[in-house]
């Protein structure tokens, strides 16, 4: 049966939602704050407005009257959801889930002083003195976030006194929304960390991909990988937060669950209750579903029976260096000369340094050691450019 299907936020991974859902019939209105976003261009319909304002909100939502109302972005006025749920709109996973997780101080406090689960010590500050006071308590090394960002926008590490005052200044023009508030977390000595992509469904069954490493750089991802190399007793137990933390927010769909590995254990760091950006190396075919396809099926209640390791895989974006409209891509065809070589481009109308324009995407058979599989992602992510034709 088709459903009328709002997706709030319209970028890269919104895209692939919005062709996951219309593979399997769905009618889709993709919203967003600037025309002509990536997912607007394969939607159905779209609107612009800037989600922060809550009687914009309701208006759309009177106007096209979803079935489901799915975000892929933090910066929404996400307390209207619980409104939509008693019209008998669902919202994915939920309402709660939303809520809880569009911001870091909810969710990181649901996940250390409610459930329980391992995390490094942190505190909030909401100025700059209470930042000073916040370093001071949790010791340097440290990162700020502001409690409502993505991509890793206004996020810092703090390595001595200087850097405090700089790291909020960032936190603040690097913030969604209009929280001046961030999270200052201690700086845990981890080994590795990676992303368990969970996916609940209204059959009460959990399912999870293989975990996904990857590395990241001013707090965004340059690469990722799956499989993730990892002890099976670490993997247990990152299951078994996710399942947790999943569990308490309750809904259907794909979460990012992220983690820190170290020595002692698995340290639960963020979540996002949507695809995540280091799950585009499912679209390299690792999976027998990507994890938009996963998500449009729990989306839409309809049964994953299991996922299954089909290759290994790599991503590696594609960043533009300057900034400019009508943005030129060099290198495609280099990169698709290769075998077992894809890209994606984003469709993104504008270029701004450092802004994800791409990725490139690299598969081998499951023997195939994924070291290797990923510098190839890494060096073919190399060979293109980004040139605006309107600088």
Known sequence: MQKKIMLLGSGELGKEFVIAAQRLGQYIIAVDSYNDAPAQQVADEREVINMLDGEELDRIVAKHQPDIIVPEIEAIRTERFYDYEKQGIRVVPSAKAANFTMNRKAIRDLAAKDLGLRTAAYRYANNLEELQLAVEAVGVPCVVKPLMSS??????????????????????????????????????????EITLLTVTQDSGITLFCLPIG?????????????????????????????????????????????????????????????????????????????????????VLGLPIVEITHERNGASAVILAQSEGSAPVFTGVEQVLAQPKADIRLFGKPVARPYRRMGVVLTYDSPDTEIDAVTQRAIDLAKLVKVTPSNP
């Open 151 to 192: 991509s890793g926008k206004g996020q810092s590490v703090i390595k001595k006194e200087a850097d405090i005052a700089k790291a909020w200044d960032y936190a603040q023009s690097g913030k969604r929304g209009d929280q001046s508030e961030v999270i200052v977390e201690a700086f845990v000595k981890f080994n590795s």
């Open 214 to 298: 990857h590395r990241q750089e001013n707090g965004d991802y340059q690469e990722s990988w799956q499989p993730a190399q990892i002890s099976p007793e670490h993997l247990k137990e990152a299951q078994e937060m996710a399942a947790k933390v999943t569990r308490e927010l309750t809904g259907s769909g794909i979460w990012g669950v992220e983690f820190f590995l170290a020595d002692e254990g698995v340290y639960f760091s963020e979540l996002s209750p949507r695809p995540h950006d280091t799950g585009m190396v499912t679209m390299a075919g690792t999976q027998n579903l990507s994890e938009f396809e996963l998500h449009a099926r729990a």
